[in-house]
């Protein structure tokens, strides 16, 4: 078979594939044929053999056709640049830097339902939300302490954390701002890859016909797609943190003062005066006189201890002197 242009050599190289296993299984088939038939004559033979030619080169042409698009698709890595609005797009996300914006603002106020509802005013002045709110209350149901979450649009961050300070007392603000632009293209260009190659193998698993070449096919076909859905998730959370930054504002209720304790009044003379003397000499007294007890105590207990069996001592000897006296 011929053709107007010339085939690249990796064409041709395919193509020649293809012709030999289209000619190895028309050969095999006609063999088949002639063995199964083996009374027919040489005419039915020849026309049998014409009959195989034919499809043979249909086969081959169809496949040539469906090889040549997959080279080609396989020899334009940029294939999806191709489009003007694409090629633009990919330049523009190119130049655009990429942030990912955190920040941590702790506040104190006296009012804390009061400060909660100045951040709420920041945060709907930049169209953003309020991911997590967490608060604690008092005994009274009154807001104590509080706990937010907020996303922000990236472009109003430094905006926004101007706005948190002054929603109460700034006890205490940090910033994190964190540049991704080569992995937002690197991810980017690999999910591109990624579909251009799993679009090749649904090519390839359309021209295969027997059932080795099948399932060689779809298990490779089965990775990529693993493959691709992994980069998709990692492309998906790198756009939500780079269009939107987070900031994590806490709210403490400010301390109370205490009160300064009343002076009592002095009153240096008088019934007072003189019963409150009294009341302190009496107290003094009388820690001083358990203070000497209880020093003593230790030392009466032992006295008892031995005046007991000197006691019983004493009774003895008594006893012997009186019928020693009588005697007398």
């Known amino acids: 078979m011929t053709r107007a242009s010339r085939p690249a050599p990796l064409r041709r190289l395919l193509a020649t594939s293809a012709l ?14 002639s063995d199964s038939a083996g009374g027919s004559d040489a005419g039915e033979a020849s026309q049998d053999s014409g009959g195989g030619d034919s499809a043979a080169e249909e086969r081959l042409e169809g496949g040539a056709d469906a090889l040549s698009s997959a080279d080609r698709d396989a020899s334009a890595p940029n294939a999806l640049a191709a489009d003007p609005a694409q090629e633009s797009a990919d330049t523009t996300s190119a130049t655009e830097r990429k942030l990912i914006s ?27 939300e309020i991911a997590q709110n967490d608060t604690v209350t008092d005994k009274q149901g009154e807001v104590k302490r509080a706990r937010l979450v907020l996303r922000v649009p990236s472009a109003s961050f430094a905006k926004a954390v101007a706005g948190l300070e002054g929603a109460a007392d700034l006890i205490a603000s940090s910033t994190n701002v964190e540049d991704v632009t080569t992995q937002v293209i690197d991810t980017d260009v690999k999910v591109r890859v990624q579909r251009r190659s799993i679009r090749r193998i649904e090519v390839l698993l ?17 990775q990529r797609q693993a493959r691709l859905g992994s980069l998709e998730r990692q492309q998906a959370y790198l756009a939500d943190q780079t269009s939107q930054a987070t900031l994590t504002v806490s709210i403490e209720r400010t301390p109370a003062k205490k009160a300064p304790a009343e002076k009592k009044k002095e009153d240096p003379d008088g019934f007072l005066a003189g019963l409150d003397s009294g009341w302190t000499g009496f107290k003094n007294v009388t820690v001083a006189l358990a203070t000497a007890l209880g020093a003593a105590l230790p030392f009466l207990a032992v006295l008892a201890l031995l005046a007991f069996p000197a006691r019983l001592v004493v009774r003895r000897a008594a006893r012997r002197r009186a019928p020693a006296a009588a005697d007398a």
């Not at 030999?20 to 044929?33: E, F």
């Not at 359309?206 to 089965?222: F, H, K, N, P, Y």
Request: charged letters at 20%.
């Open 20 to 33: 030999a296993a289209v000619l190895v299984g028309s050969v095999a088939a006609c063999s088949s044929g």
């Open 102 to 128: 955190q920040g941590s603002v702790q506040l104190r106020s006296p009012d804390v339902g009061k400060a909660l509802f100045d951040v709420q005013k920041v945060v709907d002045s930049l169209a953003g």
């Open 206 to 222: 359309d021209q295969a016909t027997s059932i080795r070449d099948i399932v060689d096919i779809e298990g490779q076909l089965a």
